[in-house]
């Protein structure tokens, strides 16, 4: 790492060019990056996706890509009024690329609707809704409501995008650059943000290229950003300060880089493939959109670490004694903070040295109490009653789920394959189609059974059928789910089918479910692998047996209260206080997405902090020693970062979107408590506990690390430090 940092050094002219040029190019690419992005939402293989493939293909419809037109009447005037509505979804249907007029009825005697379909995915129908709606027009007397799953999208897509742009520039930018300003004292809290304007513009350049071959979500961007930032502050904040320590020392400005390089740098690289391996778990999870995600996750840390062990080492040579120069902190301030004796940090350290089995006691216990709701969790594959209902699109939802049920825009389909052209119709057939519609009205769970003669439900060929169940739930509540079970396991087989006939279920209810058996299957699989490879990482930078073991349990325990918290702040409304909206569900793809991001955050924290430790183990020998002076001398920094994460995910809280609000409370409050509970706390007590045994490495592990084999210390006795150290 020395002779790299020598090497940057030397060629650092040529460094910076690379990099500008790297930046200049991705940007011009990724300028165009939205447009390749889509919220398409496909289960590979499911039921659910058969049956949306056979609508798509024989019926030419997407449930997704789907509209409903609602008009409400004056009491008694919706079958009068019927042949203008039918005339509006006509017109609307007309703006709509391969939208097709399915039919118009009136489901009450004040509420009229009409069915339009399409081939179109959600992301694609949704840019023609404003068309749409100025093409329906008004019915005179009545109201107009142009609804339906990618209307709802395109009334939210603006709310979304105000949430996120006051969450971040009026909460987690200010915070940031406070926070920043106050632990760098000087116009040096400018190099966090000079190497995320490296490393984020490459790694969405990296991102346009895989866009040409892969799903990726819209809101990816958002994502590297936001990690991004996140980890240029991680690493800077460790190496800028290292640098400076090494350089009050009397080290030169190359020789503090180079030594920065050799301790800092070498933890930036481990910490990085441990955020890189986390978060990639989602490029393996069996939902495409979710493996985009796995991609930015990967790439987004790589990126980092070579933009930190590249750019930043000449960026610290240049400029940050210049910046320092410039002081928001006085001197004096500074250097009580940075007191190796009396400030915070060492104090902390020693309170705990003298107590650390209360300590570590009193944090698991609370740990695992906070925890403890999660055995409440009830997941959900999305709600459209999590949404701000004052919208257009979800003010027509809410008026047909009146009339109808709340299922009324995301339906059960029912989708049969004969095996032969002209099988509807042939009176075995058509006896079981009867007998599922009576057995369908019968659950308790059916509003209504939409079935007939035309083309929406009997394909051109006479060999596809197709039946729509009306909800009476939204599609994502446990009763919508139980429905999917008892339709699949008795409903449909009670219907007596021939045999050579093939119902399958796809629609709302059955996607959702899809979606979680797919999502859950694979998940506790994939969570195995991330900890394996991550521990057989941390055995390597730490040189111990027994560290990435703790660090690996340690890091379940922040996740754990982190669901468990999030279970009390929605489903038993203790968040609604502060503002949070109660909500008896968990939003599916959270969990996974909240491990992925916190256990790859969480062990960036942990590396810089037990990095720092394992060096003075080295020097010292001496366990309590070490432990306490890492933590003198990193918990402040940690605790910063930990902070400015904080800051930048309670941005998504302070949204109107129960989902955004659920994920960024689950990421702030698993970032708080590891910073401060886990690693102020839980992880310098255990280690004292832990003594001599921390460092421990047998010479087959070693072998295995391919590192310097580590046996137990045979005295606790200070050795002397090596001159100049």
Known sequence: MAAWARTMIRFRWAVLAVWVVAVVAAGAASAGLSDLLTNRFVLPGSESEKAANILKDHFGQKPEGSFTLVVTTPPGQAQALLPNVRTAGERAAEKLPSGRFAGARAVSDHVAMASIVSKLQ???????????????????????????????????????????????????????????????????FLLPFMLSAAAIPVTLGVVWIFAHYMTLSTYLQNMVMLIGLGIAIDYTLLMVYRYREEHRSGRSRIEAVERTMETAGRAVVFSGTAVAIGLALMLFMPVPFMRGFGLAGLIIPLVSVLAAVTLLPVLMYWLEDRLDRVRFIPKRLADRRADPVNSFWPRLARWIMKRPARVAGATIAALLLVALPILKIQLTPGSNTGVPQDIQAVKGLNVLAAAVGEGAIAPTDLVGDTGRAGGVSAPGVQAAIQRLAVELRNDPEVADVVWGKGPSFVDSTGRY????????????????????????DDIVPAAGFPGEVTVLAGGGPPGGVDFLDMTYGAFPWLVLAVLLFTYVLLVRAFRSILLPLKAIVMNLLSIGAAYGLLVLAFKFGLGEPFGLQQFDQIEGWIPVFLFAMLFGLSMDYEVFLVSRMREEWD????????????????????????????????????????GLQQFGFGLAAAIIIDVTVIRALLVPSVMKLFGRWNWWLPDWAARVARVQPSPLARSSTPAMRPAGR
């Open 619 to 658: 020097l010292l020998h001496d366990n309590e020693a070490a432990v306490a002076t890492g933590l003198a001398k990193t918990g402040r920094l940690v605790t910063a970062a930990g902070i400015i994460m904080f800051a930048a995910f309670m941005g998504f809280v302070a949204g109107s979107l129960v």
């Open 122 to 188: 959600t992301a694609d129908a949704k840019v023609h809704v404003a068309a749409m709606r100025s093409a329906a027009g008004e019915i005179p007397g009545s109201t107009t409501y142009l609804t339906g799953q990618a209307a709802i999208e395109h009334d939210l897509d603006p709310v979304q995008n105000h949430d996120l742009l006051v969450g971040e520039l009026f909460i987690a930018i200010p915070i940031a650059m406070l926070i920043l300003i106050y632990v760098f004292g000087s116009l040096a």
């Open 465 to 488: 059928f197709h039946v729509s169940a009306i909800g009476t739930d939204d599609y994502g509540t446990p009763a919508s789910q139980k429905f999917v079970d008892r339709l699949r």
